[in-house]
C-alpha cells in the first residue's frame, strides 16, 4: 500500500474523520508512477489537519494498491477503528438562527458544516427557528434522548435559547424547581456544539479560540467535551436566567439596551452603541455582596490563563465529584462570609469565562476558568471618561486591565446586587417626598444625579429586575469542544509540576 503524498504523514485516530473506498478515475490514474498499475483499488482517509491559530481543516490522503482484498481490509480495519471512538456523536439535533449576526446561518451551516457531518455519517434533524424562543420551547418537546448532542448554528443569544431549552428540560425531568436559588442543579450530559454565526461569538471563541464553522463542526466530529460552569439568576426566589459569558450592568447593559434597537445594523451595532453608551458615561450606585470563591486554586490576577487539559479545572472537577458523594451531608455554604462592597460604578461585570472574542481576544477577564465553579467579578467605579477608556483599551493590547485604582476584581462563587434606587423604595416607601424626587429625577435623563437602573446584560439578552442573586453551578453542561489549546505544542499552562513548583 503506498500514499501518493511524496512527504510521511502521521496521523492519530482520534483525529480521522472518515474512511473512504475511492473510486478509480483516468486523472488519478494518469499521474505518477500508477500508470503502470493494472487495476489499482484505493481509500481515502480524511483526517483533521491543523492550521494556524487554532483554525482546524479537513485534509485528506489517498492510498493506492492493486490487491483489492488488501485494499478492503484496511478500509475495515480503519472503521473499526473510528468505532471505538466511543465518544463521537452519531445523530445531533440541529437548530439554526437564520436571523443571527449577518443573516448567514443558514448558508454556513449548508454549505460548510453538513457536508462534513455527511462524510463522518452523523445523522442530523435540523430545524430552523422560525421566532425567538422556538429552539427553546422545543427541546422541552423533542424526545432528547435520541441525540448524542446539540448544535446550535447562531451567536451567543441562540446559544444561550439552547442552553435554558437543555438545562430547564433536565430540572424538569427530575423535579427539580428551578425558582429555588438553593436547589442542587442536574448536570445536562447532552453536549452542545457552537457553530458560530452571530454578532460577538463570544463562548465559541473563548472555548475554542477562533470563530470559524468548520473549526467547530470538527470539534462536534471528533466528539470533543468541554464541562462549563453557568451561573443561575434569580430575583426573590423567581428564576430569571442562567448566565455562562458575561453578566454586565451599567456599561454593557446599556450598549445591549440601545443596540436592540438598531439590529438592522448587524454585528457593527455593538460598536455604535458602545460609542454611544461611552459618551453618555452613566455612573449607578448600588450593593454588591458576594462569596469569595475558596475552593479554586486560581485568581484573577494569575499570569496563566485556562487552556486544554487546565489543572485548575480539573481539581474543581474532583472536588465536584467528591461533593455528589457526600450529598447527604450538610453544605457549609451558606455559613461562608459574604463580603459587601456599595459604591458608584460605571460598570459591574460578572464573567464564567475569559470573554475573549475578536474584539478582545484576551477578553474582559484573561484569567478566567471555563470550568472551575468560579466567577470573576469586575467592579468599575466612577472614574474620569478618559480613565475610562484607557481601561477600555487595556482590553485589545497586553497591558494589565486590572491595574488601574478604580478596578477591583474578586473571584467569586455567587453574588447579590441591589441598586440604590431598589434600595430606597423598598426601605423609604413611606417617604413621599424621596419617592416625587426620584420620579422627578427619571423625568429628567439630564439630571446629574443618575436616579434610573441600567439593565442586566445576560449573555446578551437583557434582565428585568436590577436586583439580582446569582450563584455559579459548577460544570453543569458540556460542549463540543476542548477549550483553547497551548499555542506552542507542550503542557498546559497549568500542568501538575508547574502548580507543585507554585505549592
Ligand atoms: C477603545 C476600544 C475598546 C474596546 C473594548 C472592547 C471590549 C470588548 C469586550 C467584549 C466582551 C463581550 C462579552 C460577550 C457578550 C456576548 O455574550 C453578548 C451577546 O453576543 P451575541 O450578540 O453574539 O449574541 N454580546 C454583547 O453583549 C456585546 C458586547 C458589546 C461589546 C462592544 C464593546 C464596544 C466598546 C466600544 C467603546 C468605544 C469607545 C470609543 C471611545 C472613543
Ligand atoms: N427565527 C428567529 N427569529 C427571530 N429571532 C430569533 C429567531 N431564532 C432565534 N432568535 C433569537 O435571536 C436572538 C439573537 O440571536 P443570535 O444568534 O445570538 O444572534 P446575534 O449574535 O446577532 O445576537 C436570540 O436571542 C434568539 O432567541
Ligand atoms: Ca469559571
Not at 491559530?53 to 490487491?67: G, I, L, P
Not at 425558582?179 to 471563541?205: E, F, H, M, W
Not at 505544542?489 to 502548580?499: D, F, P, R, V
Amino acid at each position: 500500500i503506498s500514499c501518493v503524498h511524496t512527504e510521511n504523514c502521521f496521523v492519530p485516530t482520534s483525529d480521522i474523520i472518515a474512511v473512504e473506498e475511492t473510486e478509480f478515475n483516468k486523472k488519478q490514474h494518469n499521474i505518477g508512477k500508477w500508470q503502470k498499475m493494472a487495476k489499482p483499488h484505493a481509500f481515502t482517509v480524511y483526517y483533521v489537519k491543523k492550521a494556524r491559530n487554532h483554525r482546524w481543516r479537513c485534509s485528506d490522503v489517498t492510498f493506492w494498491c492493486v490487491d483489492e482484498h488488501l485494499c478492503n481490509q484496511w478500509i475495515q480495519a480503519l472503521k473499526e477503528l473510528l468505532e471505538m471512538q466511543k465518544s463521537r456523536p452519531k445523530q445531533l439535533l440541529v437548530y439554526i438562527n437564520p436571523y443571527g449576526g449577518r443573516r448567514q446561518g443558514k448558508r454556513i451551516y449548508e454549505q460548510k458544516v453538513a457536508p462534513l457531518f455527511s462524510l463522518a455519517s452523523i445523522s442530523t434533524d435540523v430545524v430552523i427557528t422560525e421566532h425567538a424562543n422556538h429552539a427553546k420551547d422545543n427541546l422541552f418537546e423533542v424526545n432528547i434522548n435520541k441525540y448524542d448532542g446539540v448544535v446550535c448554528v447562531g451567536g451567543d443569544g441562540m446559544f444561550s435559547e439552547v442552553m435554558h431549552g437543555l438545562i430547564g428540560r433536565m430540572q424538569k425531568d427530575s423535579g427539580i424547581d428551578q425558582n429555588n436559588p438553593k436547589a442542587p442543579l442536574v448536570q445536562c450530559n447532552i453536549r452542545i456544539g457552537i457553530i458560530p454565526a452571530g454578532s460577538t461569538d463570544c463562548i465559541c471563541y473563548s472555548t475554542v479560540g477562533i470563530i470559524d464553522p468548520v473549526t467547530s463542526a470538527l470539534h462536534i466530529i471528533v466528539g470533543d467535551c468541554q464541562p462549563l460552569d453557568v451561573s443561575s439568576v434569580h430575583h426573590n426566589n423567581t428564576f430569571l436566567k442562567y448566565s455562562v459569558s458575561l453578566l454586565g450592568y451599567g456599561f454593557y447593559g446599556d450598549i445591549l439596551k440601545d443596540s436592540e434597537k438598531k439590529r438592522w445594523m448587524g454585528p457593527m451595532r455593538y460598536d455604535y452603541s458602545g460609542f454611544k453608551t461611552f459618551l453618555s458615561h452613566h455612573y449607578y450606585e448600588g450593593t454588591i455582596s458576594f462569596q469569595p470563591a475558596r475552593h479554586t486554586l486560581g485568581s484573577p490576577r494569575d499570569k496563566d490563563s485556562c487552556r486544554t487539559g487546565c489543572y485548575i479545572c480539573k481539581k474543581s472537577e474532583q472536588q465536584l465529584a467528591e461533593q455528589h458523594k457526600e450529598c447527604g451531608l450538610k453544605r457549609e455554604e451558606d455559613e461562608e462570609e459574604w463580603k459587601v462592597i456599595k459604591g458608584k460604578f460605571l460598570a459591574i461585570n460578572a464573567v464564567n469565562m475569559s470573554c475573549a472574542c475578536p474584539r478582545s481576544p484576551k477578553g474582559l477577564s484573561p484569567a478566567a476558568h471555563l470550568a472551575d465553579g468560579s466567577a470573576d467579578l469586575i467592579l468599575v467605579r466612577k472614574c474620569s471618561r478618559f480613565d475610562f477608556l484607557r481601561y477600555l483599551v487595556r482590553h485589545t493590547n497586553q497591558d494589565d486591565q486590572f491595574d488601574f485604582s478604580f478596578v477591583d476584581v474578586y473571584r467569586v462563587k455567587s453574588f447579590q446586587f441591589t441598586s440604590k434606587l431598589s434600595e430606597d423604595n423598598e426601605s423609604n416607601v413611606t417617604d413621599i417626598g424621596k419617592k416625587r424626587f426620584g420620579q422627578f429625577c427619571r423625568d429628567h435623563p439630564a439630571c446629574c444625579c443618575n436616579s434610573a437602573n441600567s439593565t442586566w446584560n445576560c449573555d446578551g439578552e437583557t434582565l428585568d429586575s436590577s436586583a439580582i442573586e446569582v450563584r455559579v453551578h459548577c460544570q453543569l453542561m458540556k460542549l463540543f469542544a476542548r477549550g483553547i489549546e497551548e499555542n506552542c505544542k507542550g503542557e498546559a499552562a497549568y500542568s501538575q509540576s508547574s502548580i507543585e513548583q507554585l505549592l
